[in-house]
C-alpha cells in the first residue's frame, strides 16, 4: 500500500524558510512514473499548485511562487522536499505533496502557520 505523509514544522515566524519533507512509503521514487506535487490550500480558500518535480527531475513552480520556491528528491531516503523562503502570514495553509502515476496518491497534509 503506497502511502505519502509531509513532515516539518507547524509554527514559523516571518521571514523564516518552509522546509517540508514527503515520505514515500510502498513504492520507490526511483521508478519512471514517480514524480511528486505540491499543493496548498490557505484557510476559507481553494487548492492552490506550488510546483511538481517531474520523475526525470525536472522541476516546475508556480509563477506567483517561483522566486522562493525549491522542490527537490532524495532518492536513498525515498523522500521529496518542498523549500518556500521569506514566508509571510499568506503562506498559512494546509500542504500537501501527492504522488505517483497522474498523482494517484496523496498525504494527509500538513498545517504550517506563520505568525510572529
Known amino acids: 500500500q503506497v502511502q505519502l505523509q509531509e513532515s516539518g514544522p507547524g509554527l514559523l515566524k516571518p521571514s523564516q524558510t518552509l522546509s517540508l519533507t514527503c515520505t514515500v512509503s510502498g513504492d520507490s521514487i526511483t521508478t519512471n512514473y514517480y514524480g511528486c506535487i505540491w499543493i496548498r490550500q490557505p484557510p476559507g480558500k481553494g487548492l492552490e499548485w506550488i510546483g511538481h518535480?517531474?520523475?526525470?527531475?525536472?522541476?516546475k513552480y508556480s509563477p506567483v511562487l517561483k522566486s522562493r520556491t525549491s522542490i527537490s528528491r532524495d532518492t536513498s531516503k525515498n523522500q521529496f522536499t518542498l523549500q518556500l523562503g521569506s514566508v509571510t502570514p499568506e503562506d498559512t495553509a494546509v500542504y500537501y505533496c501527492?504522488?505517483?502515476?497522474?498523482?494517484?496518491?496523496w498525504g494527509q497534509g500538513t498545517q504550517v502557520t506563520v505568525s510572529s
Open positions: 518535480i517531474a520523475p526525470s527531475g525536472n522541476t
Open positions: 501527492a504522488g505517483g502515476i497522474a498523482a494517484a496518491y
